[in-house]
């Protein structure tokens, strides 16, 4: 029933947000045009441009990868998990651990590389880890840390969600908020908290880019590679087979998808499992690539991640890979007008509650493909 | 014989319990007679032992204060404010920005506008509702979730703008100002509790805790500053419960029951939720401020989410919704869960001599293959405090899949001006389930979740009872609707979704 005071306010919250959206529109053309400017003008190195954007591609990429498993149990389950952040960083933990054993075997005792090297001396760059002398110890890091997490998941959705299932979204919102808080310091009382190195250094390639270089290293590489193959990996299960079509089932309908015997007890395990893995090899990635690892990266991730869920949409995975991408560059990209760094996540936040006024659909319009 | 006498003293307890001032001071009083006797294992002296209870006094009134306005938004209106930190930050800093003298004075200081403290203080309230205002404006439209999530980034932004070193030293019309970047602001403006120090009373007051407990000047005065901050904070539990039992806190009530069915009885819900929402936030800035503003100083650090988790769990343990659970909730949380490890860890350190720990967790675990916990025990012990967050989380996990409601979160507060407690068997005649007062409440929205739709004749009775004086109404509803309470509790959760179903019913 649709009162005179209904379409009232449902016409002036309307032009709130047009209004929003034309200011929206008349600062990205701003930039555009101030860009353009820049760049013929010379004040804005075309090199520069290309390094921030390929920063923020790889960077995107981890989010991107990790926002799928947010993605998919925000559809799912139907609640925002704030744990999920501290998952990826015990997925890196726990992959690391696995490269440290095989890399290090008989350089240093089984605890203190399982422990990825807790104490200073004897840590990845004293051990030579990288993808090019170490290719097996790292390939074995992400299997470990993929299926570790995914099994760590299913736990951890075991003994926190698993009793409140029926529970409504924001009773276990607040409940992931704890699970999260018990991750973070439970990897730290075993892991200890002090920040370390992980890599040695690799060749890099430098790329002419008309008036500067950018430069690409191994690691790099191996990371765009890494989470290509994996996002392809998840298109193709969730296109291809009876597990993916369940799942899309039950974000559409759990009732229906119930009544239809879908397993949704097994697709519950399976998405941990899937959401799970896929955040344990991105912060196996993340540590990879920056080459350092504490323990509260992923935690810090979170909220990126979720700008870039809920740019891409809440509930389609390819919403969250194009969210994970766009919120990386222009991170970077924000650089040139925001020097320093400091802005950077600001950058990100401020994106993220736009889209949410503007959009809340996010840019795939909320269609869930998973 | 005896029996029956003991069932009556029991049954005068409990009546006697159901008082709330009862209830928070058995609470406080059990609190502060277990830290006593703490004290006394620990070999404190009296002024030690006394210093320990002023200082749980300190944190348990702090975090009562924001607690408090924290179940103004959530527990009232059913606003997911999940970055309280934030505005508590805001509060402090623009205080401190406002008090500081314009001269630095000192070489790594920043200028400030050099106002007096009252001025600055009400700036930085001012300050933190405002920025409830920025948010809530554009904000309220979005599902609890991602009001939740909006509120948090909102903190963060907060929280790395104040440490950016792009803010550490501005000019904003023509004033110097800065939030001194991630070295933070160091307090080099006179104690603002000055106004009562200087008072001619105050120094019989230092000569009597001196005689009392043997308190210096110093603790003398950090005992009355707890004692200020109690003050408010009953100052603060007196506008809330006011403003919850007035027509406009029924008004958060329904909204936070069924927001559609509030709007069709012509309250424009948006803008209830914008005030409250600007009042909570207010009322956080008030306790950022009163939190820290006597301290040397401030770090961006202070300001970590960390902050909204401890006030989160508060809330929950004394129950969302009562303004005396949210007091109770922050008592027991920080006696148990924030200064309890702690002192549990010095207590077992007195009574029990522990050996040194293993460096690593390696070195904890790998004894036990030869069946020695030992070192795992002292590694345990070593890192007690990092493990004190974990029991924090576990405490939220067990606490929402046991107790959603907390202690006292099972009171249904309802909507209505009138009690709803005793039902005449009379069925109902034609009145309608909204009728019968100003309020929007009438009948029906508190229990319209727990209630099936089709149980009309109950609804209908409800608009028809006699108005009783509305202070004793909690708690005639806490015993009278034990019945229905069981069941709320477990359909609770569904409140806060969009169940569009309930409103069919309400509208007839």
């Known amino acids: ?370 | 014989m005896s029996s029956t006498a003991n069932a009556d003293r029991r049954t005068q307890l409990e009546s006697l319990w159901e008082h709330d001032a009862v209830k928070i001071i058995a609470v406080i009083g059990a609190i502060y007679i277990v830290y006593a006797l703490i004290g006394l294992i620990l070999g404190y002296s009296l002024d030690g032992i006394v210093n320990t209870l002023r200082r749980m006094t300190y944190l348990i009134a702090v975090y009562g204060m924001v607690t408090l306005a924290l179940n103004l938004h959530w527990g009232y209106t059913g606003l997911f404010n999940i970055g309280v930190a934030g505005f508590m930050a805001i509060g402090l800093y623009v205080t401190m920005m406002l008090a500081k003298p314009a001269d630095p004075g000192g070489a790594a200081q920043y200028a400030g506008l050099g106002l007096p403290m009252p001025i600055a203080i009400i700036g930085g309230v001012v300050a933190a509702g405002l920025a409830g205002l920025v948010v809530a404006l554009p904000a309220l439209r979005l599902r609890a979730d991602y009001f939740a999530i909006t509120t948090i980034a909102f903190a963060e932004i907060v929280r790395l703008g104040i440490t950016s070193d792009a803010l550490q030293q501005f000019t904003i019309l023509g004033a110097e100002l800065g939030t001194g970047g991630g070295r933070g602001l160091i307090r080099n403006y006179d104690d603002p509790m000055n106004v009562i120090f200087q008072l001619e009373i105050f120094s019989s007051f230092v000569d009597l805790t001196n005689s009392l407990f043997g308190f210096g000047p110093t603790q003398a005065r950090a005992l009355a500053y707890s004692i200020v901050l109690v003050i408010v904070l009953a100052g603060i539990y007196w506008l809330i419960q006011r403003t919850s039992r007035s027509p406009f806190g029924r008004v958060l009530k329904a909204i936070r029951e069924d927001e559609e069915a509030a709007q069709s009885l012509g309250k424009d819900t948006n803008m209830f939720k914008i005030k409250v929402f600007v009042l909570g936030c207010a009322l956080m800035g008030l306790a950022g401020i009163l939190w820290r503003f006597r301290r040397t100083g401030v770090t961006p650090e202070a300001f970590r989410p960390h902050v909204t988790f401890y006030i989160w769990i508060a809330l929950i343990i004394g129950g969302a919704g009562s303004n005396t659970g949210s007091i109770l909730g922050s008592g027991l949380f920080v006696a148990v869960l924030f200064e309890g490890p702690q002192y549990l860890r010095r207590v077992i350190d007195q009574l029990v001599a522990i050996g040194d720990a293993p460096n690593t967790f390696a070195g904890a675990v790998g004894p036990l293959l030869s069946a020695n916990p030992v070192p795992l025990v002292r590694y345990t012990f070593a890192e007690f405090l990092t493990l004190q967050f974990v029991i924090m989380g576990v405490a939220l996990i067990l606490l929402m899949q046991r107790r959603p409601d907390g202690l006292l979160g099972h009171r249904e507060e309802t909507a209505a001006a009138i009690p709803l407690g005793a039902r005449p068997s009379a069925a109902g005649g034609g009145s309608g389930g909204g009728g019968g007062s100003d309020s929007v409440s009438g009948g029906g929205f508190a229990h319209s979740q727990t209630r099936d739709q089709n149980d009309d004749s109950d609804q209908q009775t409800d608009g028809g009872i006699d108005a009783e004086t509305v202070g004793t109404q909690a708690d005639t509803n806490d015993r009278s609707e034990d019945s229905e309470s069981s069941q709320g509790s477990e359909s609770s959760d569904n409140t806060y979704q969009t169940d569009d179903s309930t409103t069919d019913g309400e509208t007839q």
């Open chain 1, 1 to 370: 029933m649709s009162t005179v005071d209904d379409v009232v306010t449902r016409g002036r919250s309307l032009s709130t947000e047009q209004l929003l959206l034309i200011a929206v529109g008349i600062g990205v053309v701003l930039l555009v045009g101030d860009l353009i400017l820049g760049v013929l003008d010379g004040s804005y190195s075309i090199s520069r441009i290309g390094r921030y954007v390929t920063e923020g591609v790889l960077y995107g990429l981890i989010m991107g990868l990790a926002g799928i498993g947010l993605s998919m149990t925000y559809s799912i389950l139907n609640f925002a998990n704030f744990a999920h952040g501290d998952t990826i960083t015990a997925g890196a933990f726990i992959g690391w651990g696995g490269t440290y054993l095989i890399a290090g075997w008989g350089a240093a005792g089984l605890g203190h590389l399982a422990l990825v090297g807790p104490q200073r001396g004897l840590g990845g760059p004293q051990l030579g880890i990288s993808i090019t002398s170490t290719p097996v110890a790292i390939f074995a890091g992400l299997l470990l840390a993929g299926v570790g997490t995914a099994l760590f998941a299913v736990l951890i959705d075991r003994l926190a969600y698993k009793p409140m299932r029926g529970a409504g979204g924001i009773p276990l919102l607040i409940t992931s908020i704890g699970v999260a808080f018990a991750l973070r310091y439970l990897i730290t009382f075993v892991y200890s908290s002090q920040s370390r190195g992980t890599t040695a250094s690799v060749p890099s390639a430098d790329l002419l880019l008309v008036d500067g270089y950018v430069s690409l290293d191994a690691h790099d590489g191996t990371l765009i590679a890494a989470a290509v193959v994996l996002m392809l990996g998840v298109h193709l299960m969730l296109q291809r087979t009876k597990l993916g079509k369940a799942m899309r089932a039950m974000s559409d309908n759990k009732d229906l998808a119930l009544v239809t015997g879908i397993p949704t007890e097994r697709v519950i395990r399976w998405t941990w499992m899937i959401g799970g893995g896929l955040a344990g090899s991105a912060g196996y990635l993340m540590v990879l690539w920056t080459g350092t690892i504490d323990w509260q990266f992923g935690w810090l991730l979170l909220l990126l991640i979720f700008a870039a869920v809920i740019l891409g949409g809440i509930g389609s995975i390819y919403g969250a890979i194009v969210g994970g991408l766009v919120i990386g560059i222009s991170m970077h990209m924000s650089m040139i007008w925001l020097p320093g760094g400091d802005f950077t996540t600001i950058t990100a936040f401020l994106m993220m509650i736009l889209v949410l006024l503007i959009r809340p659909a996010g840019l795939f319009g909320g269609k869930t493909t998973a």
